[in-house]
């Protein structure tokens, strides 16, 4: 998950907003094993936020991984966010200091500017 570099920017400052954010999706093959090996490396709060800027509803709380709540249909809307979700063009505001990040062919660009850094 993506956070603000800048300087003295330490709190509140993930997960970063997305805005004009231009998505594809990639199909990419599901695997069920995988996604439940991720699932306790996530920020389980920041991803619901950033899920829900390209209209992706996922449950507020992570269910727990021991029970039949980890089913099929959660992991897939998971597979689609973490795996086939790419943001193409887009721009993300740090929601504490409000810096501007460009997201270009596919790529964040996380460097600031010298003034900034
Ligand atoms: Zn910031």
Same mark, same amino acid.
């Given at each position: 998950?993506?956070?603000?570099?800048?300087?003295?920017?330490?709190?509140?400052?993930?997960?970063? @907003?997305?805005?004009?954010?231009?998505?594809?999706? @990639?199909?990419?093959?599901?695997?069920?094993?995988?996604?439940?090996?991720?699932?306790?490396?996530?920020?389980?709060?920041?991803?619901?936020?950033?899920?829900?800027?390209?209209?992706?509803? #996922?449950?507020?709380? #992570?269910?727990?991984?021991?029970?039949?709540?980890?089913?099929?249909?959660?992991?897939?809307? #998971? +597979?689609?966010?973490? #795996?086939?979700?790419?943001? @193409?063009?887009? @721009?993300?505001?740090?929601?504490?200091?409000? +810096?501007?990040?460009?997201?270009?062919?596919?790529?964040?660009?996380?460097?600031?500017?010298?003034?900034?850094?």
């Amino acid at each position: 998950m993506l956070q603000c570099h800048a300087k003295n920017c330490n709190s509140n400052n993930y997960p970063l @907003q997305l805005s004009k954010v231009e998505v594809v999706n @990639q199909e990419t093959e599901f695997n069920p094993m995988f996604l439940r090996n991720m699932l306790p490396k996530l920020e389980w709060n920041a991803l619901v936020k950033t899920a829900f800027q390209i209209n992706v509803t #996922l449950p507020n709380a #992570l269910p727990e991984s021991s029970t039949d709540e980890l089913d099929e249909e959660f992991l897939k809307t #998971l +597979h689609r966010v973490l #795996l086939e979700t790419h943001i @193409q063009q887009g @721009q993300m505001t740090c929601p504490n200091c409000n +810096h501007v990040y460009h997201i270009k062919d596919g790529i964040p660009n996380m460097l600031l500017d010298e003034t900034e850094a």
